[in-house]
């Protein structure tokens, strides 16, 4: 009896904790959908079938990569290399700074201040390379391209989920509102990432798909070739109307794989959750 009844006790801490991790991830369902644009070379209108897949609500905070250096010493490349971009109001239009001595825990270098009160805001300054370690560790993986544009569409054909739009975009995305990136724009209360989840989620629950950081994806584009290239969605803090409008559904930015910047981070994809899945 007392076997059955601990028996019991286990199984009933393992559906909770299982259910603890489904609450903070959406399950997209199996079926057709209906992807891509007629004007887009790199990701042309297409129909594809998807199998159901659970996707991260928010980007993966800077707390949660914290837990993965404090079990394992990694080493991000940024820490290694020296050789992560940042930016600073003032540059010229698409142009960054490499900063020495910025890496995940200084996204924007020593001088522009730490994290440590910005353990909630997606972790940055990570290249493609860091992210596939995390999810090794984490046993997760990215979403694909496709994956990734189903979720972020939430049912809809166009350029963005229903209700989000150009006009009504900061209420929905932290991006950047300025006319240029000569000043500092603060309009939204960040200059660059926000915490996640700080701004409304689309119809299918999913916080930050446009804006805050880029996402990085798995797949391979026609125009890649042989090159080894990592391939990132959804615009960023640094996005605007007039300058890198990629906060939609279509566009599919292109970095090298061991490149670090300030306004890239990604979410993940768990397929399914059971009974003892740990929680990370």
Known sequence: MRKLLYLTGLFILYSMQSMAQA?????????????????????PKRTVYIESFWISKFELT?????????????????????????????LAEFRWLQDSTAYWRFPNGVSRGG??????HP???????????????????LPSFDEWEVAARAGSEGYYFEGFSKENMSEYANV??????????????????SPVGKFKPSPWGLFDIFGNVFEFCTGKLHGDGDRYVAHARGGSWWCSKNSCSAFNTVY??????????????????????????KDF
């Open 23 to 43: 609450n903070d991830y959406v399950q997209i369902q199996a079926g057709s959908y209906q992807l891509g644009d007629t004007a887009s070379l790199a990701n």
């Open 62 to 90: 800077n707390a949660e990569f914290e837990k993965f250096v404090q079990a394992t010493s990694y080493k991000t490349l940024a820490e290694r290399y020296h050789n992560a971009m940042v930016f600073e109001p003032g």
């Open 115 to 120: 994290i440590e009160a910005k353990m909630d």
């Open 123 to 141: 972790v940055t300054c990570i290249s493609y390379k860091d992210v596939l370690a995390y999810c090794r560790w984490a046993d997760c993986r």
């Open 176 to 193: 950047w509102h300025g006319r240029d990136h000569l000043k500092a724009d603060y309009s939204d209360g960040y200059l660059y990432t």
């Open 252 to 277: 599919i930015g292109s970095v090298r794989p061991n490149a670090s910047f300030s306004n890239l981070g990604f979410r993940v994809v768990k397929k399914a959750f059971t009974p003892g899945d």
